[in-house]
């Protein structure tokens, strides 16, 4: 066995995520593939546009064996975060022998150069400078890095998926990982591009046009179901949510640094729709995805104490034969199982964890037309192939 592990979201599943699974059997002679994918919510401070179950069907009929969640307050972390809590579900499982990404640069080589730079760069005082005075965290550490390195470093840098790379690097690196990193060359349209080729259209390009109700079939290996999430559905909800917490309360969530609190509050009181909402929180400090993890964060009840507690369990949203026997492989440092409740009862941690997965789940069966009924983590059956 060999056994390579995928960090992913798959929103959507396309053939993108194909080529990249093919890839990593082909080019990396993986035997088995397995995705530690987000949940019900996203990095880039969205909701999915499928739920997770459904997400983890479409990536088992393209060439994985098992699907593994990350939990919401990593999925909806920093890059640093997100990056964390995967490798470290990647690690507890005590059996993967390779972390595959996909990255702009394909060049592991440089990434990992590109790494040590970074894990130089914010420590050092300058960048400390740049960010108490008002930079955001790319801006300070873009600054930082040209003092000490060559140009080819912040030209890594600026490529989105070379920036999660550099991430899952760094996260290996931290905790003295024996799992070996391996990059695939991103394929076809780049990240949040609009262009298309060779069949292959960005996730958010897809999103766009699903939302809009145009063909993706085309971008696609997998069927899509009909009914599908949008955040706009939300809008009522978080803003009834933030208007009634005190800043404070905002103080306590994810990133909500240097009195951003205080301007979320005032914007809640005045704005009318999400897009006003936004326009009158942002700042050159903060990007606008730090804005929207922030304001879901808000939503959810996630709070720093959240953000800071690494995994608790792992579980499992699908698999096939081949996924059954990497679990059988598995010398697991963590409770695993495709049952929340079961997980729920292995410590005040998992259920804490596990309480707060039904609970965003609940309110993410709100952002569909069809709205989901509640209950649907203790319900949902794994996918088994």
Known sequence: MK???IIS???PFHNGHRFHIDCTRHGFEATHVVPVMSGNFTQRGDVAVFDKFSR???ALESGVDLVLELPVAASLGSAEQFAAGAVGIVNALNCVDLLSFGSEAGDIDLLSETAGAVEYAVQTDEFLGFMRRGSTYPVALT???EKYYDDIINETLAAPNNTLAVEYLRALSRTGSSVAPVTIKRHGAGHDSAEIGDNIASAS???KLLLSGESVSEFTPVEYPQNYADISRLETAILYKLRTMTADEIRNVPNVLH???NRIAKAAKAAKNLPE???????KRYTLARLRRIILCCLLGITKTHAKTPPQYIRILGMNQKGREILAATDSTLPIDASLSALMRRGDNCRKQGAL???TSDIYGLAYEKPLPCGLELTSKPIIY
Do not use: C, D, P, S
């Not at 909402?277 to 700042?283: D, G, R, S, V, Y």
């Open 357 to 359: 997965e039904v609970r």
């Open 277 to 283: 909402l936004m326009f009158l929180i942002k700042t």
């Open 259 to 261: 009195g951003l609190e």
């Open 3 to 5: 056994i390579a592990a």
């Open 9 to 11: 979201e798959y929103n």
């Open 143 to 145: 600054k930082t890095i």
């Open 205 to 207: 390009q897809i999103r």
């Open 56 to 58: 983890a069907r479409m």
